[in-house]
């Protein structure tokens, strides 16, 4: 039987290396969710390499929609009866004025995508990753999400983004607590330099802010941590994890 992937924000940065990675593993079916299935960056996927019984099905999922979850999920259903990991990847960050003076804007439009872009997807595939032997959440969440490291963790402009990631890191370690079927877990990838991320923050930041991972190497981490990632394991971590697998608290 195939492993089915989903992964949302598949054509670009650690998404599209995430995604890569998957479809070079035998029997894998990757649904690469993306906002534009017709853009350039969307339409090249089709042309990563595969192994043997591997296959790449692109879907529409905007994380500000509230309806292209359910309606990727209601299509999916007709070629896949079970999802095994489902990896909520896509994200935003913008750099906001101190907290006193950040637009409202910003904070919805990240919590729209970091936030409730995630709960939307849990909600649409809950019933496909029910149906999996032993299925797993991911959350690509970030580490300026955590709120006991405030003072420790970067800039001190990033109050919309570490909001909508602790948010996120909240959810996915309740949905792990009040599912006992399931593995749930939170992972921050790192800081990397070849997204439209980590190259904004270098322009922001200057050079000492340049990532020192790239998106390959994010993503190995990542899927690393979820082939090794138990029930035991996340509540031994409390959901919450480093690209090297260290616990970060919460």
């Not at 138990?230 to 409390?238: F, I, Q």
Request: charged share 20%; with cysteine.
């Amino acid at each position: 039987m195939s492993t089915t992937v989903l992964i949302t924000g598949a054509n670009r940065g650690v998404g599209k290396s995430l995604t890569s990675i998957y479809l070079q593993r035998p029997s894998h079916i990757v649904v690469a969710a993306v906002r534009d299935v017709k853009s350039q960056s969307s339409l090249e996927l089709s042309n990563l390499p595969k192994a043997v019984d591997s296959k790449l099905v692109l879907v529409k999922i905007d994380a500000t929609s509230d309806t292209d979850a359910e309606d990727a999920a209601s299509t999916l259903k007709q070629e896949i009866d079970h999802l095994d990991i489902l990896i909520a990847n896509a994200g935003l960050c913008i750099y906001n004025e101190p907290t006193h003076k950040g637009e409202l804007k910003t904070f919805r439009d990240q919590l729209e995508i970091n936030f409730l872009g995630p709960v939307k997807l849990f909600k649409a595939f809950y019933d496909l990753l029910q149906a999996a032997k032993e299925p797993k959440f991911i959350g690509i969440t970030s580490m300026i999400g955590s709120t006991s490291m405030i003072q420790y963790n970067g800039p001190l402009n990033l109050a919309g983004y570490g909001t909508s990631k602790s948010a996120l890191t909240h959810f996915v370690r309740r949905t792990h607590y009040e599912n006992e079927w399931l593995v749930a877990t939170s992972i921050h990838p790192g800081i990397v330099s070849d997204t439209d991320m980590g190259s904004t923050a270098v322009e922001v930041y200057g050079p000492a802010a340049k990532g020192d991972l790239t998106s390959e190497t994010s993503a190995q981490r990542i899927v690393l941590l979820t082939d090794e990632v138990t029930r035991k394991s996340v509540e031994e971590t409390d959901g919450f994890l480093g690209p090297d697998g260290a616990k970060i608290p919460f």
